[in-house]
């Protein structure tokens, strides 16, 4: 008489069930630390780079101070379509002592006389180039270069023969007709500056 296959002990690749029960696999699993994460943090500003929206660039040296004004600055013209995050600003100071320098917020509109720098690139390089972006970075020398209606937000002072930065991760913002500027005010020694910037762009809703 045949063998009820009740009376079987099953098996799981070849293991018999009663193993199973107690906890044993025929698989070991891997480490905590070994085990693919199911989650990977990517940062914003690198997924917009990745879309040909993040940009960075530099002014050319600005000399000002002893009666001449200076700026360096990052402009949203008035019909961009887009807002400007700014992610970080650097500012070199070339000079043998301590520089004075402004952080002012003004209108692109009353801005006269300034350069625009070709110092500008997407931080994504690649053969086929990204779009240019929308917004600028000017720089002027002169007696009156300041926007109209312009207010300086925050002083900072440069050591010499140094940089300092700041990391501001979007959370200054410039809509369209507005600018961001680097002052080197008219009083103190004269001295010579450097303003770079990074921004990323995204259209007005």
Excluded at 4 to 25: A, C, E, I, L
Excluded at 146 to 154: H, W
């Amino acid at each position: 008489m045949a063998k009820s296959s009740f009376n079987q002990s099953p098996y799981y690749y070849g293991v018999p069930d009663v193993y199973m029960q107690m906890g044993y696999y025929p698989f070991p699993t891997p480490p905590i630390s070994d085990q693919t994460p199911k989650q990977i943090h990517v940062p914003y500003p690198m997924s917009i780079a990745a879309h040909c929206k993040y940009f960075l660039g530099q002014t050319e040296k600005i000399t000002a101070g002893g009666e001449i004004q200076g700026f360096g600055a990052l402009s949203n013209p008035f019909r961009s379509g887009v807002i400007l995050f700014v992610h970080s600003w650097q500012l070199t100071n070339y000079s043998e002592h301590p520089a004075e320098v402004q952080i002012w917020f003004g209108k692109t509109e009353s801005i006269t006389g300034a350069k625009t720098s070709t110092a500008v690139s997407a931080s994504y390089a690649q053969l086929s180039a990204c779009p240019p972006p929308q917004g600028k970075i000017l720089f002027a020398t002169g007696d009156n270069v300041l926007p109209r209606g312009g207010a300086a937000v925050t002083t900072r002072m440069v050591p010499p023969m140094s940089t300092i930065e700041a990391k501001l991760n979007g959370q200054w913002m410039l809509g369209p007709g507005m600018t961001m500027m680097a002052v080197l005010p008219a009083e103190g020694k004269s001295a010579t500056i450097l303003f770079s910037t990074s921004w990323w762009e995204q259209s007005v809703y």
